[in-house]
């Protein structure tokens, strides 16, 4: 083989100058020498924290209102079965009113003595006044 088949099929190593450093060192050394960039870090992380607050608050609040209106949507569905049981009970008691005042006529007690027990209307004869 030639020489230069042989350079050719071995790998170089070639200089690329200095190796790079990683963000977060890079920030350290630049906030040492600049004293306004920490200024701005904290300014950053507090503007951070306000906007993650901000963001609690309003997921916070549409799971409020999520709450709030499947609690109204069910309680509206009581409030219609109860309606509902309210309009079956009172008609219910007008047939039972209907019903009692039906039951309670003298001439239909005296019918039902009549037939159940064999009982009469007294004669004159027979109410004794005691003194």
């Given amino acids: 083989m030639s020489a230069e088949a042989l350079s050719l099929s071995q790998p170089r190593l070639v200089a690329r100058g200095p190796l790079p450093v990683p963000p977060s060192v890079r920030s350290r050394y630049r906030s040492a020498a600049n004293p306004g960039a ?16 901000c963001g609690a608050i309003m997921i916070g609040a549409m799971l409020l209102q999520v709450w709030t209106g499947l609690t109204v949507g069910k309680l509206g569905y009581e409030l219609s079965r109860a309606h509902d049981l309210t309009q079956r009970l009172d008609r219910q008691l007008n047939e039972l009113t209907l019903e009692n005042s039906g039951i309670l006529k003298p001439d ?24």
Wanted: glycine share 4%.
């Fill in 108 to 131: 239909a007690l005296a019918q039902e003595a009549h037939k159940r027990l064999g009982l009469e209307r007294p004669q004159l004869g027979q109410i004794v006044e005691l003194p």
């Fill in 38 to 53: 920490a200024r701005e870090r904290i300014a950053r992380a507090r503007a951070m924290r306000v906007n993650l607050v």
